[in-house]
């Protein structure tokens, strides 16, 4: 009897232990919230793609890529819409929330009058987004417009968003937010490729091209499958550049750098 | 019963309007097939950016239209066959499925254990568009598509010229449509330049990619660019042949007011 006591005492003791070595480990989330170019795209409109979609890849089993960003939102409409809210509520601590916005903000009335949100109101929706994300012991990254595509007479990339990404970095200073440069760091590689290759980024299509776009399409803020990766590179290695923990999750391939005998 | 002619008349009329008709609308649904390598298939996740020009390919139809890419990493027309690939799609067909067949890069390799001789590549492919026909399916002829590569003066160079010949021949005395992937990527290729190529393929600096941390410098293996444009150079020649599958061509209104 006095055995019987002291089996069943164990038993317990070994199945409260297994339930907190059991669970597994809760994953990251990594919300992304932002415009077009950013967000995910149906098969029915491809080539393009936002960078968040190749972004997701590079990730191991431990985060989870949330992509709400919402092509042609402004962080006003963003928030007008309840788009934001449902995040918030659903945040947990360790989560993340990467938020790109601007080229809707920054749309000038009368024509974008229904997105326009002028760079006061710009960072107080950012800041907004700021606290309720620390709210919940989450963490967020704020990351610039990504640059449009655009070069002057002398072939020198073109700054489209001055002022939003200035206030971008002022509320980075200010909230000790990180800040991923995209702005820059992606016009200084549309640079380097030249006014002609940039445009191999973006959603340049002849017409009769892609049966999605029997017109073509010259678009130079839309970017394809390629760019779109090419940008989310930018942001993930930045992500490791400025040490932020989530960079820990990132993959770590092990494919070899050779090259296929057979071509050379 | 004023008009008992003209009722039969009718009545005939009707019989043969349904019997036109179920000529002329297309059976509900195809499966394309891609039979393939590397080149063409669908890829792990680990091994983003590189892409084979059949993923790409799947976004052109409409929803009368499932691709199937059983295309796969290594493969010759030998190794597609011993596995049981070829069989997983010819045991599937229906009539007016489409097979779209693309190999050599890994026949065409002495030192590989995929290596097919040229007499067994020709019989191989014969096998495969045979046995297409046999099931009211309609085969197309790929050469491979081109690697890149250029002589010291930045003229493109052919890598499959043995092969190519295979399969223009066989097409040709099979009368099989063709597709001359491998001359038409030559092209694109040597449009694009020595350099700018690069883009076309995948090409990734060290520390540009967390698949490939020490870089890569493939000339085999496409970008999602490269294998975009090439995948776009197999529809224009669906449509430029005038195979029925381009009445599947997925219609878009984007950008039509």
Same mark, same amino acid.
């Given at each position: 009897?006095?055995?019987?006591?002291?089996?069943?005492?164990?038993?317990? /003791?070994?199945?409260?232990?297994?339930?907190?070595?059991?669970?597994?480990?809760?994953?990251?989330?990594?919300?992304?919230?932002?415009?077009?170019?950013?967000?995910?795209?149906?098969?029915?409109?491809?080539?393009? %793609?936002?960078?968040?979609?190749?972004?997701?890849?590079?990730?191991?089993?431990?985060? $989870?890529?949330?992509? &709400?960003?919402?092509?042609? &939102?402004?962080?006003?409409?963003?928030?007008?819409?309840?788009?934001?809210?449902?995040?918030?509520?659903?945040?947990?601590?360790? !989560?993340?929330?990467?938020?790109?916005?601007?080229?809707?903000?920054?749309?000038?009335?009368?024509?974008?009058?229904?997105?326009?949100?002028?760079?006061?109101?710009?960072?107080?929706?950012?800041?907004?987004?700021?606290?309720?994300?620390?709210?919940?012991? @989450?963490?967020?990254?704020?990351?610039? =417009?990504?640059?449009?595509?655009?070069?002057?007479?002398?072939?020198?990339?073109?700054?489209?968003?001055?002022? *939003?990404?200035?206030?971008?970095?002022?509320? /980075?200073?200010?909230?000790?937010?990180?800040?991923?440069?995209?702005?820059?760091?992606?016009? !200084?590689?549309?640079?380097?490729?030249?006014?002609?290759?940039?445009?191999?980024?973006?959603?340049?299509?002849?017409?009769?091209?892609?049966?999605?776009?029997?017109?073509?399409?010259?678009?130079? $803020?839309?970017?394809?499958?390629?760019?779109? &990766?090419?940008?989310?590179?930018?942001?993930?290695?930045?992500?490791?550049?400025?040490?932020?923990?989530? @960079?820990?999750?990132?993959?770590?391939?092990?494919?070899?750098?050779?090259?296929?005998?057979?071509?050379? | 019963?004023?008009?008992?002619?003209?009722?039969?008349?009718?009545?005939?009329?009707?019989?043969?309007?349904?019997?036109?008709?179920?000529?002329?609308?297309?059976?509900?649904? #195809?499966?394309?097939?891609?039979?393939?390598?590397?080149?063409?298939?669908?890829?792990?996740?680990?091994?983003?950016?590189?892409?084979?020009?059949?993923?790409?390919?799947?976004?052109?139809?409409?929803?009368?239209? $499932?691709?199937?890419?059983?295309?796969?990493? /290594?493969?010759?027309?030998?190794?597609?066959?011993?596995?049981?690939?070829?069989?997983?799609?010819?045991?599937?067909? %229906?009539?007016?499925? *489409?097979?779209?067949?693309?190999?050599?890069?890994?026949?065409?390799?002495?030192?590989?254990?995929?290596?097919?001789?040229?007499?067994? *590549?020709?019989?191989?492919?014969?096998?495969?568009?045979?046995?297409?026909?046999?099931?009211?399916?309609? =085969? #197309?002829?790929?050469?491979?598509?081109?690697?890149?590569?250029?002589?010291?003066?930045?003229?493109?160079?052919?890598?499959?010229?043995?092969?190519?010949?295979?399969?223009?021949?066989?097409?040709?005395?099979?009368?099989? =449509?063709?597709?001359?992937?491998?001359?038409?990527?030559?092209?694109?290729?040597?449009?694009?330049?020595?350099?700018?190529?690069?883009?076309?393929?995948?090409?990734?600096?060290?520390?540009?990619? =967390?698949?490939?941390?020490?870089?890569?410098?493939?000339?085999?293996?496409?970008?999602?660019?490269?294998?975009?444009?090439?995948?776009?150079?197999?529809?224009?020649?669906?449509?430029?042949?005038?195979?029925?599958?381009?009445?599947?061509?997925?219609?878009?209104?984007?950008?039509?007011?």
């Amino acid at each position: 009897m006095k055995d019987k006591k002291y089996l069943c005492a164990m038993l317990c /003791g070994v199945l409260l232990l297994m339930s907190f070595t059991l669970s597994p480990p809760r994953k990251i989330k990594v919300y992304l919230i932002g415009d077009s170019t950013m967000c995910l795209y149906p098969t029915k409109q491809f080539p393009i %793609n936002g960078w968040g979609m190749p972004f997701a890849n590079y990730f191991d089993e431990g985060v $989870t890529i949330d992509n &709400r960003a919402k092509g042609g &939102r402004s962080t006003r409409t963003f928030l007008a819409e309840n788009r934001w809210q449902p995040i918030a509520d659903s945040l947990n601590a360790g !989560d993340y929330v990467l938020m790109q916005f601007g080229h809707n903000d920054e749309g000038p009335p009368p024509q974008y009058a229904d997105r326009y949100t002028p760079v006061p109101d710009y960072k107080v929706n950012l800041i907004k987004f700021i606290t309720e994300t620390r709210a919940k012991n @989450a963490i967020p990254i704020l990351i610039t =417009p990504v640059s449009r595509r655009g070069f002057d007479k002398d072939g020198k990339a073109k700054e489209t968003h001055i002022p *939003y990404t200035k206030a971008v970095f002022e509320i /980075g200073a200010e909230y000790k937010v990180p800040v991923i440069d995209l702005d820059k760091m992606s016009r !200084d590689y549309y640079q380097q490729l030249g006014p002609d290759r940039s445009k191999l980024l973006f959603m340049e299509l002849d017409s009769a091209e892609h049966p999605n776009y029997p017109l073509g399409r010259h678009d130079n $803020t839309h970017f394809n499958e390629y760019g779109a &990766r090419k940008m989310a590179q930018i942001v993930l290695n930045d992500l490791k550049a400025q040490h932020i923990p989530l @960079a820990d999750h990132i993959v770590k391939g092990t494919n070899a750098p050779t090259v296929n005998p057979q071509a050379k | 019963m004023k008009y008992p002619f003209f009722k039969l008349k009718l009545s005939v009329f009707c019989l043969f309007a349904v019997l036109f008709m179920s000529f002329w609308i297309p059976p509900g649904h #195809v499966t394309v097939y891609l039979a393939g390598d590397s080149t063409m298939s669908d890829k792990a996740v680990k091994a983003y950016p590189e892409t084979g020009w059949g993923i790409p390919f799947h976004a052109f139809f409409d929803s009368t239209v $499932t691709v199937k890419n059983i295309a796969k990493n /290594g493969r010759s027309t030998k190794s597609f066959i011993a596995e049981g690939l070829w069989s997983s799609i010819s045991d599937n067909l %229906n009539a007016g499925d *489409y097979v779209l067949i693309q190999f050599g890069h890994n026949d065409e390799v002495p030192t590989k254990a995929t290596y097919t001789p040229e007499a067994d *590549y020709t019989a191989n492919l014969v096998k495969f568009v045979t046995e297409t026909r046999s099931k009211g399916a309609i =085969p #197309v002829l790929i050469t491979p598509v081109a690697r890149r590569k250029f002589d010291s003066e930045g003229k493109v160079q052919g890598t499959h010229n043995v092969y190519s010949a295979l399969v223009r021949k066989v097409a040709a005395e099979q009368n099989v =449509p063709l597709i001359d992937l491998d001359m038409e990527a030559q092209a694109l290729i040597q449009k694009f330049g020595v350099d700018d190529s690069k883009m076309l393929f995948n090409y990734l600096a060290p520390g540009e990619n =967390p698949n490939y941390p020490d870089g890569k410098s493939d000339d085999t293996h496409f970008s999602e660019l490269g294998a975009r444009k090439v995948a776009e150079m197999v529809l224009a020649d669906i449509k430029s042949m005038k195979l029925d599958l381009t009445n599947r061509i997925v219609i878009s209104h984007f950008g039509i007011k």
